[in-house]
């Protein structure tokens, strides 16, 4: 759960109101499906995307975010609460305290939209997708292949 986490990493993050949440969440929904709405949002996600297949993908989020200002949030189901980290604290380090959750990440201008759901796939958006195929074909130089034994070269 959040509060715990927050109480392990010692982070403190900001949460929209509900009005501030319901308003955002209509914002990525027009923007990354086109204004569907579904239960789980990576199922209704339009547009450019990468994706890979790797349960511990999520573990590479600092390399992109570089510790800058993110929004996390869950699907709507499971929590309505949109979250605000604050600069130099590690996503990666929060999610590593409670992981198994389909979640998503955003900034304030919605630049990017990375998801990572429950059969371990972490989809890049806006201009996290340049970041994350470069870091799967820097990855596949190295021999990693993804779930499904694929390669990125």
Do not use: H
């Not at 009005?19 to 914002?27: G, H």
């Not at 200002?69 to 979250?83: A, K, N, P, Q, V």
């Not at 409670?98 to 972490?122: A, E, H, M, R």
């Amino acid at each position: 759960s959040i509060e715990e986490t927050l109480k392990t990493t010692g982070y403190k993050l900001e949460e929209m109101t509900d009005l501030e949440s319901v308003m955002f969440r209509k914002s990525i929904l027009e923007k990354y499906t086109g204004g569907k709405d579904f239960r789980a949002l990576w199922e209704v996600l339009e547009g450019s995307e990468f994706c890979i297949r790797d349960k511990n993908a999520w573990k590479w989020l600092d390399e992109f975010l570089l510790l800058d200002e993110c929004y996390l949030f869950f699907d709507r189901g499971d929590d309505t609460s949109i979250y605000i980290f604050q600069e130099n604290q590690s996503l990666t380090k929060f999610l590593s305290e409670f992981d198994g959750y389909i979640f998503y990440v955003t900034n304030k201008n919605l630049d990017f939209l990375i998801s990572f759901n429950d059969s371990d796939y972490l989809t890049a958006q806006g201009n996290a997708k340049p970041w994350l195929r470069n870091k799967a074909k820097e990855l596949s130089k190295n021999n990693w292949v993804d779930i499904d034994g694929k390669s990125y070269l």
